[in-house]
């Protein structure tokens, strides 16, 4: 395989594109390729590539495979250039500053192929993005390294361990923007799924919950310096809302920005949480509950559920309906159990 010095002249040909990718105020996130389709009225088929036969909207992020069954957590951005070959050639390039938190350089091991996963501070709120099916990671990068928004860290490729395979003309990048569960994953993985490998550490996927980075690159453009993530978290429409009989777990302790003060868990003692989730499990608000608001023994409880959001992103199928009753699917009850663990 050939190396990143062997893009040099390709990574040049990008420069007049990538100059209009710093805004007149500084904004968090940067588009991770030359590919700007995506903030253009009409550019998503552009933009996205979809599955096999589906069109462009199978390549964003949520509920948009397999008739609304199948969450695909990230964006599949089409290339821009390819070699000789056919080959895609663009650089994937940092979408904010940050570290390197995780490498994977063994396709085999993950549908993601090769990937990459970087660490940033935005806000306070720790956030993670993900490049995945990479054709060749920056052989210098290691874990740990500090890099720059816009700083080239990849090169554009169709790496996978699935049967099918990624085709020539599907060549894109996986992109997603994550926040991590619980940094006891591994112990917990162990425990839930004896016998099971988990070659990816706390960074197998499980363990990680997207945001959609299409809605924060379209919202950070909309707003510009107004954008704030932490608010763009706290506005996710509702699916529902779960009690939790634990005062002291990770997610609460991780990302304080989102636990709401409530005085009477403040007079009384914390002894468990109120928590609102997306669709996608993210728990977007935290309220600390006293002893005698929470009206239950058992570990969890569903307070409530948005038919209306369950029934537009299923997918996750983390509460079912059983005539008319409510209650915490599995999907729900591991989420919670990692959550809290």
């Not at 919202?219 to 939790?244: H, K, M, N, T, Y």
Request: glycine share 10%.
């Amino acid at each position: 395989m050939r190396t990143l010095g062997h893009w040099a002249l390709n990574i040049g040909c990008f420069l007049v594109l990538l100059l209009p990718l710093a805004p007149a105020t500084a904004q968090p996130f940067l588009l991770p390729t030359a590919n700007r389709a995506i903030l253009e009225t009409g550019g998503e088929e552009r933009y996205f590539v979809g599955t096999v036969g589906k069109p462009w909207m199978s390549g964003t992020f949520g509920c948009v495979r397999t008739d609304g069954w199948q969450l695909h957590e990230g964006l599949d951005i089409r290339c821009l250039a390819r070699d000789k070959r056919g080959e895609p050639t663009d650089p994937i390039l940092a979408t904010a500053d940050g570290t390197v938190a995780y490498i994977n350089k063994r396709p085999s091991l993950s549908n993601y192929g090769n990937y990459l996963i970087l660490r940033h501070s935005i806000e306070g709120v720790e956030v993670y993005s993900l490049y995945a099916h990479l054709r060749e990671i920056r052989t210098s990068l290691k874990h740990g390294d500090t890099v720059k928004a816009g700083e080239t860290i990849a090169v554009m490729g169709r790496t996978s361990n699935t049967g099918q395979g990624i085709s020539k003309d599907r060549a894109h990048v996986h992109f997603e923007l994550d926040l991590v569960v619980n940094e006891r994953f591994p112990d917990w993985y162990r425990k839930t799924f004896p016998g099971q490998r988990n070659d990816h550490g706390g960074w197998n996927g499980q363990n990680l919950i997207g945001i959609d980075p299409w809605k924060v690159l379209l919202e950070q453009q909309r707003l510009g310096a107004r954008f704030s993530l932490v608010e763009f978290i706290r506005s996710q429409p509702e699916l529902c809302r779960v009690i939790v009989r634990d005062s002291n777990f990770p997610w609460a302790r991780r990302y304080p920005m989102f636990v709401k003060s409530n005085p009477v868990a403040q007079k009384e003692g914390i002894a468990g949480y109120e928590l609102a989730l997306n669709f996608n499990g993210l728990p977007m608000e935290l309220i600390p509950r006293a002893a005698s608001e929470i009206k239950t023994k058992a570990k969890y409880q569903l307070l409530s559920v948005n038919e209306a959001e369950k029934q537009k992103h299923p997918c996750r199928k983390l509460v079912n309906q059983k005539g008319a009753r409510w209650e915490l699917g599995n999907n729900g009850l591991h989420l919670l159990d990692l959550l809290t663990y």
